[in-house]
């Protein structure tokens, strides 16, 4: 049962330091709380937690042209973030835990500066069929997060630039470009990060009640680790990995995003597993490295393996992959 509510605004514009300090709001919460944390990420790609780097992004523009790219914890895709971009994060007890109840404060927020803005599909929000907004999910044992986007001014020639949208993804969303299916709230009527972080706290509060607002430098001293937090998110061990080196690359596009599983077949046997992925589940990835690794090429046990993941269709995938 919440109890309190608290608002976290921060200052920092370095997207690792950002994450860091929102993965330790999310497992150091307290008991009853409801955080809202708002912030803003420079010049900025940042992926999901089981996408692979190379795939999603142009790197080594980005990092030409003074990019970052930033891992997060929580799965979906990859965005573009600048100071356009105004990011925030519910963090609440995992028994309060409502997508739209959160959706109903950011679409509050939004409809207040006059624009009729609805949820769409998985995880959109639009406005004239247009998104501006893009969500994702964590679930910890205690707690929840729940963060996303909003586009206000972003630079939407930088989106194409940096992003490599899977193809398939665009065809079944019907439009041929990035830019052509997104839409800054400021095109459609007079929005500003400002106005736009203010309409989110007002209806913040009128959700979750009178709400404190906490200055950075408090929250980062109630925090435990968040130096050795920062270095994690910063680690090319984290924002990279091994890009796939394996004699096996298969990829598929679900309904639920897609699948990309990179391994190597010793004497039938599957060794080496990287699976990549967009799809909202963050745990999808380890748990099917894990299901896969050392399994026969073989249907049967493909079957006994993935099927207690409760994605039969990853196994008629595989299946028919003809190895």
């Known amino acids: 049962m919440i109890t309190h509510a608290r608002i976290l ?8 330091h950002n994450l860091a300090l929102e993965d330790a709001l999310l497992t150091q919460l307290p008991a009853g709380q409801a955080l809202l944390f708002l912030w803003q990420n420079r010049h900025t790609v940042v992926i999901g937690a089981g996408q692979n780097a190379w795939r999603e992004c142009h790197i080594e523009r980005l990092r030409d042209e003074g ?8 799965g979906g895709g990859a965005v573009y973030h600048d100071m356009g971009n105004l990011n925030f994060s519910f963090v609440v007890p995992k028994d309060d835990y409502d997508v739209d109840r959160q959706l109903r404060v950011v679409l509050g927020a939004v409809q207040s500066l006059g624009i009729n803005a609805e949820k769409s599909g998985r995880n959109d929000l639009t406005v004239g069929g247009r998104k501006f907004s893009g969500n994702a999910f964590r679930l910890m044992k205690h707690s929840a997060l729940h963060h996303g986007t909003l586009l206000v001014d972003v630079d939407m020639d930088r989106i194409g630039r940096y992003l490599n949208v899977d193809p398939k993804k665009m065809q ?35 959700e979750y009640g009178t709400a404190e607002t906490i200055p950075l430098d408090q929250a980062k001293h109630e925090l435990d680790g968040l130096r050795a937090r920062i270095a994690h998110y910063q680690s090319w061990d984290w924002n990279y990995g091994a890009s796939p080196q394996g004699e096996v690359n298969l990829y598929h596009r679900f309904d639920w ?18 699976v ?19 399994s026969p090429m073989d249907a049967d046990a493909l079957a006994a393996r993935v099927l207690p993941l409760n994605h039969p269709e990853i196994v008629d995938f595989l299946r028919h992959t003809g190895l």
């Open 257 to 274: 995003g897609g699948l990309e599983l990179s391994f190597r077949l010793e004497n039938g046997i599957m060794r080496h597993v990287q």
């Open 172 to 206: 079944a969303k019907g439009v041929k470009s990035v830019p052509a299916r997104v839409v800054n709230l400021s095109d459609m009527g007079s929005v500003t990060i400002d106005s736009m972080r203010d309409a989110l706290i007002t209806a913040f509060q009128a």
């Open 276 to 294: 990549f992925t967009d799809a909202m589940d963050e745990r999808l990835k380890p748990s099917l490295e894990t299901a896969l690794e050392g």
């Open 9 to 16: 605004l921060s200052d920092q514009t370095d997207p690792h």
């Open 67 to 74: 990019g970052t790219l930033a891992r997060r914890s929580s």
